[in-house]
């Protein structure tokens, strides 16, 4: 398989293989991210294939971002994002402001890390304690941590997907290793963030 640079290139002037390959190899991420996001798979699995319909759309108007992973994370929240303003808009709950409502979303953990709990096949105490480090963070902290040591994302990058700015984001990493290491003891911190927990 071709290094992602070379198949967006091929992409980008038209070659349906490339553009196969690189569906292939995000779209699992992708689901991943956005069902964090929003609790339809339906939506989500729409916003997905939205995105790589318009990637295909306008495939040749598109330069080379230096990172193709989080190019289409910032662009699947961004599409998510919308698709929430349109359902407040749509279920006239004008009372709140759908930007607002947004930004208090709650970024979710359960079926993965269900799954993940089941698969690393913790000991009960274990997984009690990372549990409540999981519950001791907030929906943000949650993300920034998925974003930076689960996808890789620069914090500048971070800052672009979660439109906050570069001191938000490098705080909120700290905070959240902060309370894992307050509530994990420090003992499963590495483990946790080696365990690709979050996927």
């Known amino acids: 398989m071709l290094d992602e640079q070379t198949l967006w290139r091929s992409m980008c002037q038209g070659d349906k293989t490339a553009f196969r390959q690189l569906h292939q190899a995000h779209v699992r991420h992708l689901l991943n991210y956005g069902l964090r996001l929003h609790n339809s798979l339906s939506t989500v699995e729409d916003c997905v294939q939205d995105l790589f319909v318009e990637l295909w759309h306008y495939r040749a108007r598109l330069s080379q971002p230096s990172s193709i992973r989080f190019y289409l994370l910032k662009g699947l929240r961004n ?3 919308a698709q929430y303003k349109r359902e407040q808009l ?3 709950s004008l009372e709140e402001d759908v930007e ?3 930004s208090q ?3 979710s953990l359960e079926p993965s890390a269900e799954q993940r709990l089941v698969e690393l096949d913790l000991d009960a105490e274990r997984r009690e ?3 409540q480090a999981l519950e001791a963070l907030t929906p943000r902290q ?3 941590l998925y974003l930076r040591y689960f996808n890789d994302l620069s914090y500048e990058q971070i800052c672009e997907v979660m439109n906050i700015n570069y001191q938000a984001a490098r705080s909120q990493v700290y905070q959240a290793l902060r309370v894992l ?3 994990l003891k420090n003992q499963y911190l590495v483990t946790f ?5 979050f996927l």
């Open 129 to 131: 304690q990372v549990r």
């Open 100 to 102: 607002e409502g947004f």
């Open 90 to 92: 749509w279920q006239a």
């Open 79 to 81: 599409r998510i994002k």
């Open 193 to 197: 963030l080696a365990s690709n927990y």
């Open 142 to 144: 949650r993300e920034v």
């Open 181 to 183: 290491r307050t509530v």
């Open 105 to 107: 979303y709650s970024f």
